[in-house]
């Protein structure tokens, strides 16, 4: 396959960036996206050229590091597939592929494709987590949970954290992903103690970071690698406005 | 060099209650006045790092991801062992102790691992009682399986996501205190050297990847959970960044690698498409709970699957596994395919797979109950190969997965350099040859949660700390120029070959000389062609950027080049250790029928080594094992 | 935490619009039927015309709680735009979407028309600023029975008088149809419809999930119904100036 890309370069987060323009003659359909651009990696380096930065690590569709928009969708064009289990043979010969970083002012490119999703990190310190100390917990059949809400809870912990919510978003919202971290735990017995505190710091962190709000276009849900539902938003909100008033 | 394992003596089953009985205590006041850096914030880093911080001690986590939630402990699968024996089914802490032992084909310590068969049932309960959504039956308690072929269900398991699921468990209680004030996250950041004071582990050389900045930082002790060092091979199912940096410089500084040639292949891996191939992918070995192993009679029978018949395929894990089969463990399985595959039987355009056949199990069962059971994993294969895997077999090769070898530690999960602790796959201590399924999440958590938050008091009663070593000390400042130094000689070699073709080079050498299966020829090749590369490595390197950014090249290289000094040991341990046993098998230790021959005799003992210079054969120290509880025997499948 | 007020929250404010939503669809919907007595000629409809403006304070009460709704709900949209631009300050140069419609997107966008149109609107049939010949439009109605009296300082009926009368009342009808008599009026009024069915055929369905009313499996079914609702408003409001000028709905009132 020959393939031509369109893609995004910035030396640093203060630099301005633009696009440039590569080929890539001798393309394997067997390839991952990302070895693909390791092959244009190599063939820069050996032009003297810096390879294009981009993150990714377990390379198994888990770790949630990929994060490029393709052709105007974060992690390429197929349904519930991170960047880096999306395979070649889904591009035609002879295309030209447009891959930009994930855009969002609480993401700042930190070079070329690569981002900081810190923002995540804080909006889970602010109350995803139960706040029990190591060996203090109960038999862990002592508390008995339905497999519905069991189920239900993994629907939404399956988040992988990658961000494609927010690059998806047209407002760049982060609404998919704090939803999915709260409705978590607003789902299991372990969570309830906190439940109220926990939705109003984690929107309030939300907030603070600079994500937009939620418009319903639900591009999050579709764009999502594990194909969380935009329900968890529906429920955060209705926990939220319940926190708010009763707190 | 005495190796003194401080192993308690008495009865296993009370020594590790008796030992905490015995160890020391720090006074909860005073614990805030020792600073603990924590490398790494996997299974093993981040519940350490937590349950530090719930302590009250003040702890500073490394890692080289942008979030401590990415480390590689995600990508675990299948799920946890714990000996809760909920099922009923005769299951018991010396159950899973045995097991364990005898599965590690005798080369770990006892205690260490009766102690991890202990705290499992506790790492069960605490990740619960964190919100990990285990699966759970309809009654509302949680659901078991067996794993990788252990005869009683005791796997706890998170859909295929075990790994990722314990990993937020353990992150959501690194969060706590970090918003707590205790814990002080760094990320991308990665652990370029350790820095030694008066002996004594006093602290950590860092470099920013993002801005290249090269910094110190000091603590009481350190705590290395870095992982294991399995990307040697090139291609295995670690992720992209998991190297032996941070370990190996730990060698360098005089810590003991013990057992480095103990490496697991995972069987049920996606085979090489090509020479783009840049990592393998697990299927999860449940698979093998429905599909049937095969490959042709005949060597290079091209046809399609489907036209070869019946009498005409061989089941070769049936046939020489009767009992067992499909299900054997994971190095038997491993090397009879890689077995096949050097007779020229292999499958796929490589000629690397077999097949893993699901019609039979689909005709019995139907194709609902096989996409019920294995749905996401048939849609990640077809994915990736673009094959269905419903109408035609999967292809399966072997891959490496995980190392069991790693830094040498003592009962408190120490080195041999006081303040050093190292935990999780970067220790060597619990799986000896040979990793049971479900076993890896275990220790990760056994080591963070309840083992190193003990012992690490113990060590701290017991040495006073020079409080007044700063990152102005001497050995930071040499340690960090010497790092510097490092970072600007690669970037001015200037050559041609880019670090990813080292690693390829150094991967297929070792996958093919210390891989599945060696031997003394291939071991004394390996030995003599890696310092060739790495020559080659720092005669015709080209990296290009600039020290003071992100550098995605310059990172490799500096990982490749301590793969380049390492794979060395590995061939070294290999070499010496004239035995088979667990996933070090030596062609020359074998039954007529290709089984494992272990020699007790000589080998059952640890093999740690020494760093004496690169290039230069590392000193072989040795720790004894004795089996007072598990006899030794023989490991059969038949 | 205490420092933070969860009303000033994005969820509070996708509260509001959800709400304020809620209310002027209500009223949208109620006033679509109201109109749609068009149909049943001149009298039906200026007696329903009469009736609302004989309500007295719950007229006026109605109209404020509209009005707060409408700015409110045009405030909180125009703030939260802003604030959702600027959390992507760099766009993508290349956009594909997947969910979203260009409705949805575009929701700003057909609400200032719609809410540019409501001021006219009101300016055109409710002020009369735009034509104040409208309020010359008066109609004799009756004979209605009336009674009237006359009561002395001490509350005492001194004279009863009974009777039939003939009234006066204003022509809303008269005005609906000279108002759409003229194409540029008719159009604008259709055109203003269209964007509100392309408004609430997203409106209504987000306005369920804001509030966490809604569910995988309803979420298809509210995304069904808000489109029902939209383009069945459109159908119903824009059926009487299409009626007018096309088909000469009520011709013999304006001669």
């Not at chain 1, 370069?9 to 996206?33: A, T």
């Not at chain 2, 060597?428 to 963070?448: E, V, Y």
């Not at chain 2, 341990?573 to 005799?601: I, N, Y």
Request: glycine share 8%; hydrophobic share 40%.
């Amino acid at each position: 396959m020959k393939l031509t890309l369109n893609i995004w370069r910035q030396k640093d987060k203060n630099s301005k960036g633009q696009f440039e323009n590569y080929n890539l003659n001798e393309v394997s359909p067997d390839m991952s996206f990302l070895e693909m651009l390791d092959v244009l990696n190599e063939d820069l380096l050996h032009k003297g050229d810096e390879p294009v930065a981009f993150d990714h690590d377990c390379r198994e569709g888990i770790c949630g590091a990929c994060s490029m928009t393709i052709n105007g969708r974060p992690h390429g064009p197929e349904k519930q597939t991170t960047t880096c289990q999306l395979h070649m043979r889904k591009f035609n010969d002879g295309e030209t592929i447009t891959i930009e970083p994930f855009r969002a002012k609480p993401f700042p490119v930190i070079r070329d494709l690569i981002v900081d999703r810190t923002a995540f990190d804080r909006i889970q310190q602010a109350g995803g987590f139960v706040s029990v100390n190591t060996g203090s917990s109960p038999d862990s059949n002592a508390v008995p949970i339905a497999k519905v809400a069991a189920d239900k809870a993994f629907d939404a912990a399956a988040c992988i954290g990658c961000g494609a919510c927010v690059a998806a978003c047209p407002n760049g919202a982060a609404m998919l992903f704090t939803s999915a971290k709260i409705g978590q735990f607003a789902l299991l017995p372990q969570g309830q103690p906190e439940r109220k505190e926990r939705v109003i710091a984690m929107v309030k962190q939300m907030d603070s970071e600079g994500f937009g709000a939620c418009t319903n276009h639900y591009e999050c849900e579709a764009a999502c690698p594990k194909g969380i539902s935009v329900e968890f938003i529906a429920m955060m909100n209705r926990d939220f406005m319940k926190a708010s008033f009763t707190r | 060099m005495k190796l003194d394992s401080k192993t308690p003596s008495g009865p296993i089953a009370q020594s590790w209650d008796k030992y905490r009985f015995d160890m020391k205590l720090i006074n909860p006041a005073n614990k805030r006045k020792f600073k603990i850096l924590v490398v790494g914030t996997g299974l093993a880093g981040g519940a350490a790092a937590a349950t530090f911080g719930e302590l009250g001690y003040n702890v500073e986590t490394f890692t080289y991801n942008d979030s401590p939630r990415r480390a590689h402990s995600i990508a675990a699968q299948g799920g946890i062992n714990a000996a809760k024996n909920y099922q009923n089914d005769g299951d018991s802490i010396w159950r899973l102790f045995y097991d364990t032992v005898k599965g590690g084909d005798f080369r770990a310590r006892e205690a260490n691992v009766y102690r991890l068969a202990q705290v499992s049932a506790n790492i069960i309960d605490q990740c619960v009682a964190q919100g990990v959504p285990f699966a759970r039956e309809y009654g509302g308690t949680l659901a078991n399986r067996s794993f990788g072929g252990a005869q009683v269900s005791r796997t706890f398991y998170a859909r295929g996501q075990t790994g990722q699921q314990l990993l937020l468990g353990a992150y959501s209680a690194l969060n706590r205190q970090i918003a707590a004030g205790k814990v002080k996250s760094h990320t991308r950041k990665e652990m370029l050297d350790v820095v030694l004071v008066d002996g004594y582990a006093r602290g950590i050389v860092t470099r920013d990847l993002v801005t290249g900045k090269i910094e110190s930082h000091v603590g009481d002790a350190v705590v290395l959970a870095t992982g294991g060092y399995g990307n040697v091979f090139f291609l295995s199912t670690n992720a992209q960044a998991c190297n032996v940096t941070a370990t190996y410089r730990a060698y360098k500084k005089g810590a003991l690698f013990a057992n480095p040639c103990f490496t697991q292949i995972h069987p049920t891996c996606i085979p090489v498409s090509g020479d783009h191939q840049s990592k393998l992918t697990l299927m999860s070995e449940s698979l093998r709970n429905d599909g049937r192993i095969w490959v042709p009679k005949n060597k290079g029978d091209n046809r399609a699957p489907q036209d070869i018949p019946e009498q005409e395929r061989d089941y070769y894990l049936e046939r020489k596994y009767p009992s067992f089969g499909n299900l054997s463990p994971r190095d038997i399985s491993s090397r009879a395919a890689k077995q096949v595959c050097d007779e020229g039987r292999g499958v796929g355009s490589t000629g690397y797979g077999v097949y893993l056949d699901f019609a039979d199990a689909i005709g019995r069962l139907g194709k609902h109950a096989i996409e019920e059971r294995y749905g996401n994993l048939f849609e990640m294969y077809e994915r990736i190969t673009g094959e269905d895997p419903y109408t035609t077999p999967m292809r399966i090769y072997p891959a490496s997965h995980y190392t069991m070898g790693g830094l040498w530690v003592d009962y408190n999960l120490m080195s041999n350099i006081p303040g050093l602790h190292v935990i999780g796959e970067a220790n060597f201590s619990d799986h000896g040859a040979n990793r049971l399924g479900a076993s890896a999440l275990m220790q990760g958590l056994a080591d963070g949660y309840f083992v190193i938050p003990y012992t690490i008091g113990h060590f701290f009663a017991n040495n006073p700390v020079d409080k007044s070593v700063t990152t102005s000390h001497p050995e930071f400042q040499k340690a960090e120029q010497e790092a510097k130094d490092k970072i600007n000689l690669l970037l001015s070699i200037n050559g041609k070959r880019t670090p990813t073709s080292f690693h390829k080079e150094l991967g297929n050498l070792i996958w093919d000389k210390v891989g599945m299966a060696r031997n003394e020829a291939g071991l004394k090749e390996a030995i003599a062609r890696i310092p060739q590369i790495r020559e080659e490595f720092w005669a015709n390197l080209n990296v290009t950027g600039e020290p003071d950014s992100l550098n995605m090249a310059l990172e490799k290289a500096l990982r490749v080049a301590d793969f380049l000094e390492f794979a060395e040991v590995m061939a070294w341990d290999a070499l010496e250790r004239d035995e088979s046993c667990g996933g070090h098998f030596r062609e020359e230790h074998q039954t007529p029928d290709g089984e494992a021959v272990r020699d007790d005799e000589n080998f059952a003992h640890v093999a740690a080594w020494e760093y004496t210079g690169v290039g230069n054969k590392p000193t072989r120290h040795q720790e004894e094992l004795t089996f007072e509880n598990v006899p030794l025997s023989v490991r059969s499948y038949k | 935490m205490s420092s933070y007020n969860p009303f000033n929250s994005t969820i509070f404010n996708k509260v509001i619009m959800a709400g304020t939503g809620v209310i002027l669809v209500l009223f949208v919907i109620g006033h679509m039927v109201g109109n749609l007595q068009v149909f049943l000629g001149a009298d039906v409809f200026n007696t329903y015309a009469h009736f609302l403006k004989s309500t007295g304070e719950l007229l006026w009460l109605m109209r404020l709680v509209l009005l707060l709704s409408l700015v409110l709900h045009v405030y909180t949209s125009i703030k939260l735009k802003f604030l959702n631009m600027k959390a992507r300050p760099e766009g993508y140069s290349v956009t594909s979407y997947v969910k979203s419609t260009l409705y949805s997107r575009t929701m700003i966008y057909s609400g200032i028309t719609i809410f540019l149109f409501v001021v006219y609107h009101l300016l055109h049939f409710t002020a009369l600023v735009t034509n104040p010949e409208y309020a010359d439009y008066r109609e004799n109605y009756g004979p209605v029975l009336q009674s009237s009296g006359v009561i002395d300082h001490s509350g005492n009926i001194i004279q009863v008088t009974e009777g039939e009368g003939i009234f006066d009342r204003h022509d809303a009808y008269k005005m609906v149809i000279a108002g759409f008599n003229k194409p540029i009026v008719a159009i604008v009024y259709i055109l203003a419809v269209l964007f509100l069915a392309l408004h609430l055929s997203h409106a209504i369905q987000s306005m369920f999930q804001t509030l966490g009313w809604s569910g995988p499996k309803t979420t298809p079914r509210l995304m069904l119904v808000s489109k029902l609702i939209g383009w069945g408003l459109f159908i119903g409001f824009a059926s009487i100036p299409v009626s007018v000028l096309i088909f000469g709905l009520g011709k013999g009132v304006i001669g």
